[in-house]
């Protein structure tokens, strides 16, 4: 089966033929979506020179969430007598391109700086199954949201009742969260809506109930507050909600320049230093996900830590590349978010 092709194929499967095999599969996908918009959104978020940025730490939050989602579907796979392949060159995309599995095709996910661009190409991705709710709008499903992809695991999840194993799942904190064992058919519930609430938001609603902050809003609205330059409200008296709160500026930002077709050259940056740099990046990003391989495939929760370790190193030398401009004077450079056969 064709990786891009790969959920939208399984959402054209009957129902009654999800068996296990469907499950882990799906699961897989899942993985593999999720991983892939850990690159555009770092790259936007790196490219933000100041941390404390409204922008820089709403999009630094949706990434922790992201990390949690994957680390989610990574439990659930093994729970199933799955191993979840994270480290290969089906795993990660290569940008620009569309999304994994055939999700929202024809939209082209690119790694580029932060812009108005790109955060109306995060929207577009995290669009919810039904339209942006908040707004009354509504569009026509033809083709597999998130949502609905989501909704369809945990169908067969229902269906199919299968023991859940304890083994080389992962417990830890990812990016202030927690990732919990998932042993009860009850745990899977959960931990699909939390992944489908912080994505898309609750059906009718950019938020639950219980959520008390602008930090609590799905990821759709989170992009869309910083497209509209404004934090999202809802009006206690008419339950409306509208982009009237505090003012969220644009910031100011390294011109990283979308990264082209499958990264970099040595052409691409005579300067050696540069590519010395570029390459680096790389093996970084290479080294990260063999510890997140070891993790999940070994049982070896001291190897999710140093993954998420090295990511928090990944952000010095990006931001460094970005800092350096492009021989034809169009932006700087960025990282490629490629692997590297020198790991």
């Known amino acids: 089966m064709a990786t891009d092709q790969k959920i939208r194929e399984l959402m054209s499967v009957a129902t009654a033929d999800h068996d296990p095999e469907w499950l882990k599969q799906g699961l897989q996908a899942a993985i593999e979506l999720e991983l892939a918009t850990l690159p555009p959104y770092l790259s936007a978020l790196w490219s933000i020179k100041s941390a404390g940025a409204p922008a820089a730490r709403s999009i630094r939050q949706i ?40 999700v929202h095709p024809g939209l082209t996910v690119a790694l580029q700086g932060f812009s108005p661009a790109a955060v109306s190409l995060f929207m577009e991705i995290e669009m ?8 009354g709008l509504a569009v026509d499903e033809t083709f597999p949201t998130i949502g609905a992809f989501l909704t369809a695991l945990l169908d067969a999840f229902e269906t199919l009742q299968l023991p859940l194993s304890s083994e080389r799942q992962m417990e830890s904190f990812v990016g202030g969260s927690e990732l919990k064992k998932l042993l009860t058919l009850q745990d899977v519930r959960e931990a699909i809506h939390l992944v489908k609430q912080q994505g898309e938001g609750r059906e009718g609603d950019p938020a639950s109930p219980e959520d008390t902050g602008p930090e609590d809003l799905a990821h759709y609205y989170r992009f869309a507050e910083i497209h509209h330059g404004r934090g999202l409200r809802k009006n206690p008296d008419t339950g409306v909600w509208k982009f009237d709160g505090d003012p969220i500026p644009f910031p100011e930002t390294w011109p990283m320049a979308v990264v082209p077709l499958g990264g970099y050259q040595q052409a691409d ?15 970084e990003f290479t080294s990260m996900l063999n510890q997140l391989q070891a993790a999940w495939q070994d049982g070896e929760p001291e190897e999710l830590d140093n993954a998420v370790d090295t990511m928090r190193t990944l952000k010095e030398p990006a931001a460094s590349l970005m800092q350096k401009p492009l021989p034809n004077g169009g932006g700087s450079y960025g990282p490629c978010f490629r692997l590297s056969s020198t790991t």
Request: hydrophobic content about 40%.
């Open 63 to 102: 990434v922790r969430e992201e990390m949690l989602h994957m680390g989610i579907m990574c439990n659930l796979l093994t729970a199933v007598g799955g191993t979840p392949a994270l480290n290969t060159p089906n795993s990660i995309p290569i940008y620009p391109g569309e999304l994994p599995g055939g």
């Open 128 to 135: 919810p199954v039904n339209g942006p709710i908040a707004f």
């Open 269 to 283: 940056a005579p300067d050696p230093q540069i590519w010395q740099s570029i390459q680096s990046f790389d093996q």
